[in-house]
Every structure is written in structure tokens, then in C-alpha cells.
């Protein structure tokens, strides 16, 4: 194989990525990571990390740092700022084109392309990220004791995060553009007889302003564009979250929501191609949940080369010794033939 063939390509250098990096390389299959952007993904943009077991208070752009360090140290290639031309995986050598040049092959692919929460778009909400802008109230949701905030949204997840803002904050004000809520009756009943917990409907933020942090919002009522303003110590935006994977649409299967539909392996609808981190169908995303998919696709794409690699290397009757364990898992089932035949 050429020198652009590798037996892993990872896709997308955020935690997730950069696991999935660290278990392959220490694994010793030769590695490829291509990232379109910063290496770290979303981390780099979290000023403050605070849930991320064994470290009390990290900055995101250093744990993005240390990891990607521990990925390289293992014998990783990562490419980053790159741009994604061309993905083929029907095949059992699967190819990615990069920057509409260069094309890299591998055996089996890994997905960890995460994505974005969906923003307002209006003044000040980007120069207040992270300044009392927040779009996850796990993260967060524990700066804000005793503060005055807002929950932007009308939907189950800005429901029940406004719930738990409760635990903290001094008072929770949703923020609604609708008349009327998406989430289930028995969030919003959990809500409205919630005493911290008020509701200003028809409405929506048009501008962000503070000095070095947030400190008031313009609000417009949609009806009688009427603006006026509040003070506030911290406004939680959740209003839906984007996975990207625009590029993987017709190329792997996604749901309606435009995640990737993976099984338990974190296999998705094409052998040998896997994804982990945000971009998946699934419920939490967070660093933690993140790192734990990149490990198990990690595992998983490894399983799914050496199990590939053992059946063609094998005669019909060493092929009987891998029936007899058919009930192991296909790593203990290589452990075991590669010891018989020693
Ligand atoms: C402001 C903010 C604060 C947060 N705070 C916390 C926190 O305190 N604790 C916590 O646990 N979680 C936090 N999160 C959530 C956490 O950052 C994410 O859950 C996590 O980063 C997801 O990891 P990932 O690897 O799946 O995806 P991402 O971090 O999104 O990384 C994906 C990477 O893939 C790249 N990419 C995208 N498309 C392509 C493509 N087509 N080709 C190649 N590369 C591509 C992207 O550029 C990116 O580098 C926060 C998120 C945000 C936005």
C-alpha cells in the first residue's frame, strides 16, 4: 500500500476525533486524522471546563492542547484546516479527497465530525459567548448562583434546562418567540409551578449589551414590536442543535434531525465505517460522552480490520477454530486463534 494509505482515517479533530485517535495509534494501526478547522473542535471555544473528571478547572483550548499532544505522542498524523472534496466508502478500501488534490485511503473510517448549537444571529450575541451567553446549561449552568437568567427556547430540552437552572439561579425567565410551547405538557406543567420560573411570550432578544459581560438584553414583543430592556446576568440559547453533517448527507444514513444513525459498535449503515461525538443520534452531548464514543468506534474499527485481516489470512479449518468461539467477542476470538496457531 502507498504511503497515503493508512488503516484508520478519522474524521474531525474535536474530543471525540482525538480519543479516537489516541486508542488507534497506542493500538498501532497507522492513523489519519483530517480536520476542517481548529484542531479541539467546540472546546477551544469553552473559556471555562469545569465537568471533566480528574481535572478540577482546565480552559478548553489547553485540554484541547494536552489531548492532541497524547494523540501525536502515540504516532497520529493529524491534518487540520483542511477542506473535504470527495468521500467514497461503498468499497472496501474507502477514499477521501482533500482541498479537491489530495486523496487518502483507508480500511475502515471513523465519523467525528460534531457540530453547533443554533444561535440567535443578532448584535452582541458573539462577543458575550462565554461572557454570560451560554448554549448548555450542563456546562454552565453552575456559574450562574444566585444570578438573574433567561432561557431562550420553547421546546423540551429548553424546558427541563430551565428547570435545572433553577438549582442555582436567583430566577429563570423563558423567553419565547410563539404563543404557545413545543415541549410535552408535562415539562411545561413542571415549569410553570416552578416559583423561580417566569414566562415572557411573543418575545424575542434583538440585542446583547454589557462591558466586559453581559448585563442587559433588548427584548421585542412580536406583536406590538414594542422593545424593552432587562438586566441580566446570563441568557442560555436553546433553541436546537445542528450536527454537521452536510457533507455525509447520501453518503452514510442520518435521521431527520440530520444525525448519524449508528448501532451499539457505533457502526453505521456501511461496514468498517463508524462515528462517535455530537454528529451521532443520540441524546447528552458533552466532552465526557464524547471521548467515550471515540473509544468505543476506536475499538470497534480496530475489531473490524483485525477480524478482516485474520479471516483472509485463514484456512478452512483454522476458520473452524473461530466457529467453536463464535459466542466471544471477535477480539477475544483473535486472541485465541492467533495463540492456537503460535
Ligand atoms: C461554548 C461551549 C461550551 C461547552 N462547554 C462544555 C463543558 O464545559 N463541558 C462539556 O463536557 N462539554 C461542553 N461543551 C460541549 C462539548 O464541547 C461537545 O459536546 C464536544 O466538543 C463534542 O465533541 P465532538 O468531537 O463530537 O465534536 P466537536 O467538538 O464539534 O468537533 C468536531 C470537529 O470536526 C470538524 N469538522 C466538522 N465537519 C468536518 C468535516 N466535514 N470534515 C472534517 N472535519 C470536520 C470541526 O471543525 C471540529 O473540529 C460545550 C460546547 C460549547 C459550544
Do not use: W
Not at 494509505?5 to 492513523?31: E, F, N, Q, S
Amino acid at each position: 500500500m502507498n504511503d497515503n494509505h493508512y488503516d484508520v482515517i478519522v474524521i474531525g479533530a474535536g474530543p471525540a476525533g482525538l480519543t479516537a485517535g489516541i486508542y488507534l495509534a497506542r493500538g498501532k494501526m497507522k492513523t489519519l486524522i483530517l480536520n476542517e478547522g481548529t484542531v479541539g473542535g467546540q472546546m477551544v471555544l469553552t473559556h471555562e471546563i469545569a465537568n471533566y473528571p480528574g481535572i478540577e478547572k482546565i480552559s478548553g483550548f489547553q485540554l484541547a492542547r494536552t489531548i492532541k499532544a497524547q494523540a501525536l505522542s502515540f504516532g497520529c498524523t493529524i491534518k487540520s484546516n483542511i477542506r473535504i472534496t470527495k468521500l467514497e466508502f461503498e468499497k472496501s478500501i474507502k477514499s477521501v479527497e482533500v482541498n479537491g488534490k489530495d486523496t487518502y485511503t483507508g480500511d475502515a473510517i471513523i465519523l467525528a465530525t460534531g457540530g453547533k448549537s443554533r444561535t440567535l444571529n443578532v448584535p452582541g450575541e458573539e462577543e458575550f459567548k462565554g461572557k454570560g451567553v451560554s448554549y448548555c446549561a450542563t456546562c454552565d449552568g453552575d456559574f450562574f448562583q444566585d444570578k438573574n437568567i433567561i432561557v431562550v427556547g420553547g421546546g423540551n430540552s429548553a424546558f427541563e434546562e430551565a428547570v435545572s437552572l433553577t438549582k442555582y439561579a436567583k430566577s429563570v425567565t423563558i423567553v419565547h418567540q410563539f404563543d404557545h410551547f413545543q415541549a410535552f405538557p408535562h415539562a411545561i406543567v413542571e415549569a410553570k409551578n416552578n416559583p423561580k420560573i417566569r414566562f415572557l411570550m411573543e418575545s424575542k432578544i434583538t440585542e446583547f449589551n454589557g462591558t466586559e459581560k453581559l448585563a442587559m438584553v433588548q427584548i421585542q414583543h412580536q406583536m406590538t414590536k414594542e422593545i424593552t430592556t432587562m438586566a441580566v446576568e446570563g441568557v442560555f440559547v436553546l433553541i436546537g442543535y445542528e450536527p454537521s453533517t452536510q457533507k455525509l448527507r447520501g453518503i452514510v444514513a442520518l435521521n431527520e434531525r440530520n444525525e448519524i444513525i449508528v448501532d451499539q459498535q457505533l457502526q453505521t449503515n456501511i461496514a468498517g465505517v463508524y462515528a462517535a461525538g455530537d454528529s451521532i443520534t443520540k441524546r447528552y452531548r458533552q466532552i465526557t460522552t464524547a471521548v467515550a464514543d471515540g473509544t468505543i468506534a476506536a475499538l470497534s474499527a480496530m475489531d473490524y480490520i483485525n477480524n478482516r485481516n485474520v479471516k483472509s489470512a485463514t484456512q478452512p479449518s483454522q476458520t473452524n477454530i473461530l466457529l467453536q468461539h463464535s459466542e466471544l467477542s471477535p477480539v477475544i476470538e483473535n486472541y485465541q486463534l492467533v495463540n492456537y496457531l503460535h
